[in-house]
């Protein structure tokens, strides 16, 4: 009997040993149809999948990605087809200028499906990952309960098993706070490292303010507290 126990742990050992982001798809589908828009498609994550040295986490994706339409066909990628959010990017050295350059002066709906793989590929090259701890798409940025978000977490948490990132962050009070199961308020732990461990890897974290959306006034704080963390946690 021990012997069937043992293999049967060593099988679901190896099966989560080999998960990829692609196996992680059918699960958030299913939360889509939860608690999304029936009308949208989740939205994963992309960038660089192997050891990047940042991995950012949002909050939710909204109708406004275009990349959540039925009909797209590309990545299905955070923040396709929007504009603000690659100011932090750029600001951060972290995004070509052409292609910076570009993502400012066309329309939302003006991004298609090879310009869209063209960011990712330059997000991948700058060795960063970008996802959102809920992928369930909305219509609008409506607020989430917290509910909603903790049934993601052992989800992202896979994701950070399998990218590995040397270091993470969080933006905003609730994500950071439902990830790091603790009451968090950005503005009293800016450049603190908090760590947790995630089935037997440590993983270093950083609350950060959210730079979008209603948080759009504070980007120029966001922007100061990476590069102060990149400066600390990249350079070793």
């Known amino acids: 009997m021990l012997n069937v126990l043992e293999k049967e742990n060593k099988s679901k050992s190896k099966k989560s040993k080999y998960l990829t982001l692609e196996d992680l798809k059918k699960d958030y589908d299913k939360l889509q149809k939860k608690y999304g828009a029936k009308e949208l498609d989740s939205i994963y994550n992309g960038g660089c999948e192997n050891n990047p040295n940042i991995c950012f986490v949002f909050m939710n994706p909204t109708g406004r990605n275009i990349a959540s339409s039925k009909e797209w066909k590309g990545l299905k990628s955070p923040w396709i087809g929007t504009k603000n959010i690659w100011d932090l990017f750029y600001n951060l050295n972290l995004l070509d200028n052409k292609i910076y350059t570009k993502i400012k002066s066309i329309k939302g709906n003006e991004w298609n499906e090879d310009f869209a793989k063209e960011v990712y590929d330059d997000v991948k090259r700058h060795k960063y990952f970008i996802t959102n701890l809920g992928k369930c798409t909305q219509i609008d940025a409506r607020e989430l309960p917290d509910s909603v978000y903790k049934e993601y977490l052992h989800l992202l948490e896979k994701e950070f098993e399998i990218i590995k990132p040397k270091v993470i962050i969080l933006f905003g009070n609730q994500v950071s706070s439902i990830v790091l199961n603790d009451k968090v308020s950005v503005s009293q732990v800016r450049k603190k490292c908090f760590e947790k461990n995630i089935n037997g890897a440590n993983y270093k974290f950083y609350s950060v303010y959210y730079p979008v959306g209603n ?20 350079s070793k």
């Not at 759009?216 to 946690?233: P, T």
């Open 215 to 234: 948080g759009r006034f504070n980007i120029n704080k966001s922007i100061e507290d990476i590069k102060w963390i990149m400066s600390k946690e990249l």
